[in-house]
């Protein structure tokens, strides 16, 4: 199982940028679909997820109405639509695969790709 992430870049603040994660392995439509985010000095925290079941959606208070996560199941890769960008979303951006059953618990991850917001 491969999550590939390409992408990030740096960015001005107010900007949008866009992530996607491809995957390869797993179909993303059967995996909560995830992206965390990494700071300099701070713990890996959860920014959006996707369920597999229904494309319910979660968001970070801190993201909330400027982030947007979506799928594209033909293409299996999910997306990551960042607007309105702050200094503060500066961080290392994982996408993260999980699903869990009565048999365990699949967990994948991306190897990250830097976002950098700076003027």
């Known amino acids: 199982v491969q999550l590939v992430e390409p992408g990030g870049g740096s960015v001005q603040p107010g900007g949008p940028l866009s992530l996607s994660c491809e995957a390869y392995?797993?179909?993303?439509?059967?995996?909560?679909m995830s992206w965390y985010r990494q700071a300099p000095g701070k713990a890996r925290e959860l920014a959006a997820a996707l369920t597999s079941a229904g494309g319910s959606t979660n968001y970070a208070d801190s993201v909330k109405d400027r982030f947007t996560i979506t799928r594209d199941n033909t293409e299996n890769t999910v997306y990551l639509q960042m607007n309105s960008l702050k200094s503060e979303d500066t961080a290392v951006y994982f996408c993260?695969?999980?699903?869990?059953?009565?048999?365990?618990?699949?967990?994948?991850w991306g190897q990250g790709t830097q976002v950098t917001v700076s003027s």
């Open positions: 993260n695969a999980r699903r869990s059953g009565w048999s365990g618990v699949w967990d994948y």
């Open positions: 392995g797993i179909t993303v439509d059967s995996y909560e």
